[in-house]
């Protein structure tokens, strides 16, 4: 038997399963801090249905709002945001 498919057998001691099923949607996957600002990050419960061994999580990018730049007659250019 391969070391993968060993692994999924029910653990001995209290006869429960390594894994369970996870299942995430964008309403119900509750967002969690991440390393970058301009990415919002949800955790999809993976980490939980494993027991820690395996973490999955979306990122999203954050919109920024578009900057408006006009240039004036002297040639130089001003931004308004």
Do not use: C, N, W
């Not at 919002?40 to 820690?52: H, N």
């Amino acid at each position: 038997m391969s070391p993968a498919a060993s692994s999924l057998k029910k653990q001995p001691a209290d006869d429960q399963p390594l894994y369970k099923l996870a299942h995430a949607t964008a309403e119900s996957a509750p967002k969690v801090p991440g390393r970058r600002s301009f990415f919002t990050y949800r955790d999809l419960g993976v980490a939980a249905a494993s027991q820690g061994r395996i973490k999955a999580q979306t990122m999203t990018a954050v919109t920024m709002p578009a900057v408006r730049t006009r240039q004036t007659a002297d040639g130089v250019t001003h931004g308004s945001g």
